[in-house]
């Protein structure tokens, strides 16, 4: 009998695994592919990351012109990939079953499905675990969009073993996952339209991050919102996405469609009505804040909750599930503090609430703005478009906190800190910014509420009082 057995190699199902061998548990964990590291390392945040990296190079490279420096060619796409997996590969290491099995992990390579309350049948061999925790991630959202099974679509699984880059690409879905990866295929140089089927892209930030992002997107790339997939047809070297847009129908010719329209919970083959589970109508596994399922022994983490599928979210989920699964611990988990970064360029930050959900849930709200233009180090290093927005209580709570700028999801960090620590707007401004770094831009948000304090109401007409009487 194990004390705990994890469902699931990836960010999540990791993180548990090592946790609870380090703690002295007895410990398995069972993956179906043929190595560790789940999405994130193999098809998502590494990956894209490497090869948004090297798009900006090229992008950067044939646009210094000004200097008199030409940079000019196609891009070789087999070689672009070659760089992203020596990413893959050399953080994989981290991530190897060697490593896992040296901290005293059992791991097994197979697909299992319950068949009781705590036991696992994997690979003919029955499994028993005082607790399991099911971290089995999720996989990409195929819409109904009929002809889509035949036009060899490409997804995040299997865009980073390409080698032809696509004079033209078609991407359906504007979330992050289709943005990050369109922009890089522009800035290599492919012709891209991105169809989003809602009214704007980025649906979960704040409007103003929106509207920024979508201006300065739509100069690299055709973005349509509100502009649903209905159709595809291939045929004769080339594919027609067929939409409709404001009632009409459409069509776009393209040569390689690539899907990004949003994620489904890996749960297939799991047998999860034998382990008394349950999950919600879009599939994902239902979990409370302790994140135990419905049966208590059994708890799930990460992407298949279907909360905020971040890797960070995983590895969080999964330092709260060592606690509550081997110490039976009742601790909840808390979204109040967490942050996450989209990668286009300029990056985009968010933590908490964006003004539109701040002024649903507060009666009053203050906000705050610095724009990007008025900090010195973005005027200098020639990109200072984008803004700070913060949006405190009246008592400088911070409510929620939006940047997209150059180098965003770095600078911001500070704010993570301060909401983390339950510290106000006034904690950001009451720290030193070696001048001239890029987090000024934050010392300048925060610093508008002393001034507003300052300057308005009773300080002012009382420190006038007190100089004329000293003098
Ligand atoms: C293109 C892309 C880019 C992304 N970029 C970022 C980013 O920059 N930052 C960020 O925070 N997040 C990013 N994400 C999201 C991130 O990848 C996920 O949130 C994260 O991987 C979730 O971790 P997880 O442990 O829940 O699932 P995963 O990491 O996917 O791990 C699940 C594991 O379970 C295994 N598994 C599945 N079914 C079974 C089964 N039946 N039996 C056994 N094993 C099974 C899978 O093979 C996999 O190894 C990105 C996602 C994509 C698609
Ligand atoms: N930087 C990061 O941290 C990062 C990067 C990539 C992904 N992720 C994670 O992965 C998750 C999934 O991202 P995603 O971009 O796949 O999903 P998403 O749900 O954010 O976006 C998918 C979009 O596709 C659109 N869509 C669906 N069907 C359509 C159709 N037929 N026609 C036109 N549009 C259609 C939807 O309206 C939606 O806006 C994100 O929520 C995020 O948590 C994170």
Redesign the pocket.
């Known amino acids: 009998m194990y004390d705990i057995i994890v469902?699931?190699?990836?960010?999540?199902?990791l993180t548990v695994a090592a946790g609870a061998a380090s703690l002295g548990a007895k410990t398995a964990i069972?993956?179906?592919?043929e190595s560790?590291?789940?999405?994130?390392l193999h098809?998502?945040?590494v990956p894209?990351?490497a090869l948004i990296e090297a798009a900006n190079e090229i992008y950067t490279a044939r646009n210094v012109a000004y200097a008199g420096v030409k940079a000019e060619g196609k891009v070789d796409l087999g070689k672009v990939m070659k760089r992203v997996q020596e990413s893959v590969t050399t953080i994989e290491e981290h991530d190897s079953i060697e490593r896992f099995e040296s901290l005293g992990v059992d791991v097994y390579l197979?697909?299992?499905e319950f068949t009781e309350n705590r036991e696992l049948f994997v690979n003919g061999e029955v499994l028993r675990g005082k607790k399991i925790v099911i971290?089995?991630?999720?996989t990409v959202n195929v819409p109904p969009v009929e002809g889509l099974e035949e036009a060899d679509y490409w997804t995040?699984e299997t865009v980073f073993q390409q080698t032809e880059l696509p004079e033209r690409m078609a991407f359906i879905g504007a979330g992050?996952?289709g943005l990050?990866?369109a922009q890089s295929f522009a800035r290599l140089g492919t012709d891209v339209t991105v169809f989003e089927g809602g009214a704007t892209i980025l649906k979960k930030e704040d409007r103003a991050i929106q509207k920024k992002a979508m201006e300065i997107l739509e100069r690299e790339m055709t973005i349509v919102t509100d502009a649903r997939v209905q159709k595809v047809s291939s045929g004769s070297g080339e594919t027609v996405v067929h939409y409709t847009k404001d009632g009409k129908e459409e069509t776009l010719s393209t040569d390689r469609i690539f899907l990004a329209a949003g994620?489904k919970p890996?749960t297939?083959?799991?047998n999860l009505s034998q382990g008394g589970i349950v999950t919600n109508e879009k599939g994902f596994i239902d979990v409370d804040e302790t994140l135990r399922t419905e049966n208590p022994n059994v708890f799930a983490?990460?992407?298949?909750t279907g909360e905020m599928?971040?890797?960070?979210?995983?590895g969080e989920h999964g330092k709260l599930v060592v606690q509550n699964a081997l110490f039976s611990l009742k601790r909840r988990m808390s979204y109040e503090a967490m942050p996450?970064?989209t990668?286009i360029t300029p990056e985009i930050f968010h933590i908490g609430r964006t003004q539109e959900e701040a002024a649903e849930e507060y009666e009053d709200i203050l906000v705050y703005e610095t724009q990007l233009q008025d900090v010195d180090r973005f005027v200098s290093d020639h990109a200072s478009e984008g803004f700070v927005k913060i949006i405190t209580d009246v008592k400088g709570k911070i409510l929620g906190a939006h940047a997209i700028g150059k180098g965003a999801g770095d600078w911001m960090q500070p704010v993570v800190a301060v909401m983390t620590e339950g510290k106000t707007i006034r904690d950001l401004s009451g720290m030193v910014y070696p001048y001239p770094n890029h987090a000024a831009a934050l010392e300048s948000t925060a610093s508008q509420y002393w001034r507003q304090k300052l300057f308005s109401g009773v300080v002012p007409a009382v420190t006038k009082k007190v100089i004329r009487w000293l003098g």
């Open positions: 469902i699931g190699g990836g960010a999540g199902g069972i993956e179906k592919r560790l590291g789940g999405d994130c098809y998502g945040c894209s990351k197979g697909a299992p971290a089995t991630g999720s995040n992050p996952v990050e990866i994620r890996n297939e083959g799991l983490i990460g992407d298949v599928p971040f890797t960070h979210v995983a996450w970064n990668y």
